[in-house]
T-cell receptor, first 115, second 114 residues
Framework: DAMVIQNPRYQVTQFGKPVTLSCSQTLNHNVMYWYQQKSSQAPKLLFHYYDKDFNNEADTPDNFQSRRPNTSFCFLDIRSPGLGDAAMYLC??????????????FGPGTRLTVL | AQSVSQHNHHVILSEAASLELGCNYSYGGTVNLFWYVQYPGQHLQLLLK??????LVKGIKGFEAEFIKSKFSFNLRKPSVQWSDTAEYFCAVQRSGGYQKVTFGTGTKLQVIP
């Protein structure tokens, strides 16, 4: 089945130690997203790739970076995690066909713990 | 920027009770509207969507939602809930036209008691 896969499902890191979360998709969608979701809060868009074009949200801290080496993979790099970065990180994809159709397909998420 | 309000954070119902979850958005233009559901231990998945046409939208598992433009609302309904409907429900809005980001509400946790 076509899907969005995130690895690992659970990640523990130390304060200030860089960490990378990964996302892959078999849907061949051209848009990939990273969301941060804290407990009892809405998923918050960090950035997205529209094809190869990177689009950062204005309020996303510089501590968060992303890479998309090819259509199928997208990475979230947190350069110096702080305690406030502990959250669930969701990857999503959509197929943008120019008409605003934007159903997003989500991965299971990676729960990040910062010690 | 658009925003989404879900007024009920936690709802507890008995099986067979009727459900209505509120969702209001703040954007005066044309919008696309979504309800996503997250079952325990599972990923977010689309329940239903509205893009245009009939404002009463039917989704999976007996859910429906009604878009009332004058009230900026997109409430989710189900006539008779089941224990398996226990989940968190997120309303989301997107401006229509071209590529626009989707803004999510904070979610409503539904607990259905057998």
């Amino acid at each position: 089945d076509a899907m969005v896969i995130q690895n690992p499902r659970y990640q523990v890191t130390q304060f200030g130690k860089p960490v990378t979360l990964s996302c892959s998709q078999t849907l061949n969608h051209n848009v990939m997203y990273w969301y941060q979701q804290k407990s009892s809060q809405a998923p918050k868009l960090l950035f997205h790739y529209y094809d190869k074009d990177f689009n950062n949200e204005a309020d996303t801290p510089d501590n968060f970076q992303s890479r998309r080496p090819n259509t199928s993979f997208c990475f979230l790099d947190i350069r110096s995690p702080g305690l406030g970065d502990a959250a669930m990180y969701l990857c999503a994809t959509s197929r943008e066909i120019g008409g605003g159709y934007n159903e997003q397909f989500f991965g299971p998420g990676t729960r990040l713990t910062v010690l | 920027a658009q925003s989404v309000s879900q007024h009920n954070h936690h709802v507890i119902l008995s099986e067979a009770a009727s459900l209505e979850l509120g969702c209001n958005y703040s954007y005066g233009g044309t919008v696309n509207l979504f309800w996503y559901v997250q079952y325990p231990g599972q990923h977010l998945q689309l329940l239903l969507k509205y893009f245009s046409g009939d404002p009463l939208v039917k989704g999976i598992k007996g859910f429906e939602a009604e878009f009332i433009k004058s009230k900026f609302s997109f409430n989710l309904r189900k006539p008779s809930v089941q224990w398996s409907d226990t989940a968190e429900y997120f309303c989301a809005v997107q401006r229509s036209g071209g590529y626009q980001k989707v803004t999510f509400g904070t979610g409503t946790k539904l607990q259905v008691i057998p």
